[in-house]
Structure formats: C-alpha cells, structure tokens
C-alpha cells in the first residue's frame, strides 16, 4: 500500500528567501513521486517527477527536488521566492505500474510569500 | 496540443436539477480521470476511464453521480439530482498511461443553491 503525507498545509516564506516542502511517502516497490503545482483558479500542472533515474529532479521555474529512500522523502525546493511562486502544491506518489488507482495524491500545501 | 477542454468553466444551478460536465481529453491519452475539489476534503479522484472503459469508480460519491466516456475524445459527468453539497471544483484529466503524469483541464466551479 502506498500513502503520502505532506507536512504543513500552509508555509509562508519572504520573497527571495529558501522554499522548503516537505513530503514524506511509504510505498512497498520502487515508487514514481511527482510535484503538481495549482495556481489559483487553475488545474494542476506538473512542476517535476521522479521514476527511478536521477535522485535529484529538476522541475519548471527553478522548482527541485531530492529522493531520499533512507528517508522516505521527496522534499520540494527553490532557493529564492518569488511572489508568482504563491500556489497550492501537491504531493503525488504511484507504483509505476498501470493501475492508476495506486496514484495517491497529498493534501497540498499552499504556499504563500511575504513581500 | 489545446490540452484538456472542459466545459462549462462556471455553473449555478438549483438543488435537484441535473448537472452535465464535459471534458475533451488530449488526443492520444488512454486514460481520463475525474476529480472534485473542496476546501474541506482536498482533491477526491471520482471515476477513471482507460481506453473508454470505467476502471475504477470507487470514489463516486453515490448514485446520483454517474460518468460516461462514449468515445476517446469526450466524456460527461452527470449529476442527477444535485445537491449544494456537491458544490465544488471538478476537474478533468489525462495520461498517457495509468501511473504515470496527468494533464489537468481547468475546472469547473458547480455551485448549487
């Protein structure tokens, strides 16, 4: 079975400080993990993904993040905000098999940045 | 690629008349999902269709929900009778292959009076 949990369901940083989101996952097979960002009034759009090459993913807009399976983690991060960053971002994990009911999407976390 | 077209964008409708929701996939997607997004439930996957086919429908919330997917390039989410509970954002997606990215439309805003 798989799960994922997102730490923190609202972060607020200043502009031009260190985003960190943090997602945490269990799967039981090599897991696919995936960042989807939604901007307001908009669908989800993917920010990047991880299927099991480079443990260090970069995404869009300067977006990346690392698997760590020691850790079970797949934390988002940018090193500099910037206001369009403010979004909903959601942690998705899967099997990577066919079965698109073991795609398990986290409960988001809306980040919102500070002058 | 327009990427996937759901209609309308915006609905207000009364408790108890019916509800259709259209979504056009991304050409050459074998799989659509349908979700629904409140402040207090999150992002809910309803129903998915692979190769029009509905696979798993497990997260339809009760009867009064239903779906269907007549060809690759459309499908419908009804709702008959609606309810103000099911106001919501409903959103249609796509993928290539069943775990692997998916491509959102961009919603629908059901409110129900």
């Known amino acids: 079975a798989q799960s994922v949990t997102q730490l923190g369901s609202h972060v607020s940083v200043s502009e031009g400080a260190l985003v960190l989101l943090r997602c945490n996952y269990s799967s039981s097979v090599p897991p696919y993990l995936f960042w989807y960002v939604q901007y307001p009034n908009q669908g989800l759009q993917l920010l990047l993904k991880?299927?099991?090459?480079?443990?260090l993913v970069k995404g869009i807009n300067g977006f990346e993040a690392e698997f760590k399976k020691s850790e079970t983690s797949f934390h988002l991060t940018k090193p500099s905000a910037h206001m369009s960053d403010a979004a909903e971002y959601f942690c998705v994990v899967s099997d990577g098999g066919s079965s698109a009911s073991k795609i398990i999407f986290g409960s988001g976390t809306r980040l919102s940045i500070r002058p | 690629d327009a990427g996937v077209i759901q209609s309308p964008r915006h609905e207000v409708t009364e408790m108890g008349q019916e509800v259709t929701l259209r979504c056009k996939p991304i050409?050459?997607?074998?799989?659509l999902f349908w979700y629904r997004q409140t402040m207090m439930r999150g992002l809910e996957l309803l129903i998915y269709?692979?190769?029009?086919?509905?696979?798993?429908d497990s997260g339809m919330p009760e009867d009064r929900f239903s779906a269907k997917m007549p060809n690759a390039s459309f499908s419908t989410l009804k709702i008959q009778p609606s309810e103000p509970r099911d106001s919501a954002v409903y959103f249609c997606a796509s993928s290539f292959s069943g775990a692997g990215t998916q491509y959102f439309g961009p919603g629908t805003r059901l409110l129900v009076l």
């Open positions: 269709f692979n190769n029009n086919v509905p696979i798993d």
């Open positions: 050409s050459g997607h074998d799989y």
């Open positions: 991880y299927t099991s090459a480079a443990t």
